[in-house]
């Protein structure tokens, strides 16, 4: 293990040297060093060098198949995505949320060429499904320790596995719940564009028409009817992360022809919230 100090000076070199790759130690094994910082509080490093680090070595195909499949186990493991889980307002948001934002650079390496199995994609579902329910805290940008944004980088992540041919039927629908779910909070108040990223996720989803229109449509409804606490500012959150999210949606359904055909219950439900007073 590398400290702070250390792995940020190599860092820098690497970046500087257009990210090749450091001579005196093994990349993955390198990797493994960065992971072990991924959730440092610090944002220069954890954003800037250590997930820039990676995102460039992944695209570059610096990595084997079997070096990333052991990246997804990392970041799906209890020190990464489960990190001190149920924590709010503490810096081990970090090490979920940047854990959970690699994800999406295996999956893109996947469809590269492919290497998970339908049973490691089940896998990663599943423990995306439950981390995301489990998370509580959803700040976006947190001031000196830069981005936590877990709402956002989850739905990144649920968009790019939403458009793996293992998902089917089943898996796109409870990513569409998981998601519903969390939108549907009244604890935290979106404030950093974390409707367009789900919205983003909601959309890849559709595209894969899989899903019927009744499916859909029950999903949209079925925002005008979240259950509310029955006390403020609860249901002033709830009811203002919905409408921003239908909002979001509604507008990017317009630039996806073959979805105008929710437009419609979009509306209705965003009518029925304001009607309600929310």
């Given amino acids: 293990m590398e400290d702070t100090f250390e792995l940020k000076v190599r860092l820098i070199e690497i970046r500087a040297n257009n990210y090749r ?3 005196s130690i093994p990349v993955f094994d390198f990797t493994l060093s960065m992971m072990e910082h991924i959730g440092d509080p610090d944002p220069f490093l954890r954003d800037e060098l250590i997930y820039m680090t990676i995102q460039q070595w992944v695209m570059q195909g610096m990595y084997t198949s079997g070096q990333l499949l052991q990246l997804l186990h990392i970041c799906l493991d ?8 149920g924590e ?8 979920r949320s940047f854990s959970v934002l690699l994800i999406p650079l295996i999956l893109f390496a996947d469809r590269q060429q492919p290497f998970l199995s339908s049973g490691d994609t089940e896998m990663l579902k599943n423990e995306l499904v439950a ?7 959803l700040r976006g940008y947190t001031g000196d320790t830069g981005w936590a944004h877990a709402m956002a980088h989850a739905a990144d992540a649920f968009e790019d596995l939403a458009r793996s041919e293992h ?5 796109l629908m409870e990513i569409l719940n998981t998601l519903q779910a969390k939108i549907c909070n ?10 367009e990223r789900t919205v983003a996720a909601v959309v890849t989803v559709w595209d894969r028409s899989l899903l019927t229109d009744e499916e859909i449509a029950g999903w949209i409804k079925r925002f005008g009817t979240a259950p509310k606490p029955g006390r403020f500012p609860d249901d002033h959150v709830l009811g203002m992360n919905v409408k921003c999210f239908l909002r979001s949606l509604y507008f990017r359904v317009l630039n996806h022809e073959v979805h105008h055909k929710y437009t ?5 439900t ?4 304001e009607q309600a007073g929310e």
């Fill in 21 to 23: 790759a450091p001579f």
């Fill in 78 to 85: 209890k020190h990464h995505l489960f990190c001190k889980i």
């Fill in 88 to 95: 709010k307002g503490t810096e081990s948001v970090f090490t």
């Fill in 131 to 137: 981390y995301l329910l489990m998370e509580n805290d």
């Fill in 167 to 171: 998902i089917q039927q089943p898996a």
């Fill in 186 to 195: 009244h604890q935290y108040t979106f404030i950093n564009e974390e409707d």
């Fill in 264 to 268: 419609d219950i979009i509306l209705k």
């Fill in 270 to 273: 965003l009518r029925q919230l």
